[in-house]
């Protein structure tokens, strides 16, 4: 029916946003909970549990015929489980059958945070109708997804295209995902505020030592806040030209709370992409920024729920 809608859940390191989306990809409804960091996985569920039961106050409830989830990865589709590398709560958490339970009996569908950013981009935004894509998302995590052929590729589990855990620096820092030196250790938020503070660059009076201050110091012409993005966008750029010359792709989107750092990040990203994607079949591969911003995570995990539904 043209007044179905799906729910929709964004589950990321920092916040559990959720929402009621209808098939033109409009939100009807939002919830949103910070993500628990400290505590085993039923901490971390009782928060997407308040997200799912501030949903179902609202009168759209009775109209969902589904739920999307695009979660911080790892995830395991074919399983239904979740491992995401910066929440430490969940390890193999049954995520699926918990929100199936809660929600009592909607079908759900999981995929990954990177997936479901780059179902959102290519259904409503920057890679719409783009044949060969890599969209990723850079905030707390690094995550990606693949468009190819003109389809959403998520793969076998849910991850292909997950960039964040691309080795870019060899004999680079320990990873939590257990690798080193990947785009994830050198391009998320949190890493580009450690290494600032770690080569000396310090707050303002405020005290916020985000990625988003670093970011205004940049602007402001900080010369070790404009190295560290300088630094993220160096990883961020080898691992599209290593995924460039894998698939072919043409077009890179990005998106996530770090994106929005606008051409402090973009104008370096542009030039790291150029200096490693030399061959002549990933020459010149477009970086453009996400159109959808934080909509993105929850469009996205809407989209693949409406893909399944039909």
């Known amino acids: ?23 033109s990809g409009a939100i009807h409804a939002r919830a949103r909970r910070a993500t628990p960091t400290t505590g085993d996985g039923e901490r971390v569920m009782a928060a997407v549990g308040a997200v799912l039961d501030e949903l179902s106050g609202d009168p759209g409830w009775r109209r969902a015929v589904g739920l999307g989830i695009g979660s911080a990865g790892p995830v395991d589709a074919e399983r239904g489980t979740v491992s995401p590398v ?5 390890r193999g958490y049954p995520l699926v059958e918990a929100a199936r339970r809660h929600t009592g009996g909607l079908p759900v569908t999981l995929v990954g945070d990177g997936v479901a950013l780059t179902a959102a981009e290519h259904w409503r935004g920057a890679a719409r109708g783009r044949e060969a894509a890599l969209c990723l998302v850079v ?3 690094v995550g990606g997804g693949l468009v190819l052929g003109g389809r959403l590729y998520p793969g ?24 080193r030196g990947c785009v994830e250790r050198l391009a998320s938020g949190p890493s580009i505020s450690r290494w600032a503070r770690a080569q000396g660059w310090s707050p303002d009076d405020a005290g916020d030592t985000g990625a988003a ?30 995924t460039a010359a894998l698939t072919e792709i043409d077009t890179a989107v990005v998106g996530g709370g770090v994106a929005e750092s606008g051409e402090v990040l973009f104008a370096p990203l542009r030039r790291a992409v150029a200096e490693f994607a030399t061959l002549s079949f990933v020459r010149g591969p477009e970086v453009v920024p996400a159109q959808l911003g934080a909509e993105a995570g929850l469009v996205g995990a809407a989209a693949a729920c409406w893909e399944r539904i039909g």
């Open 1 to 23: 029916m043209h007044t179905d809608l799906v729910a929709a859940l964004d589950v990321g390191g920092t916040k559990i946003a959720g929402a009621l989306v209808d098939r």
């Open 86 to 90: 910066n929440i430490p709560g969940w």
């Open 139 to 141: 905030s707390t995590g």
């Open 156 to 179: 076998p589990t849910g991850n292909a295209g997950h960039i964040g855990h691309l080795c870019v620096e060899l004999d680079g820092e320990p990873c939590p995902c257990g690798a």
């Open 213 to 242: 201050a670093v970011a205004a110091a940049a602007r402001a012409g900080d010369p070790v806040a404009r190295a560290a993005f300088r630094r993220a966008a160096r990883a961020l750029g080898a691992g599209i030209a290593a």
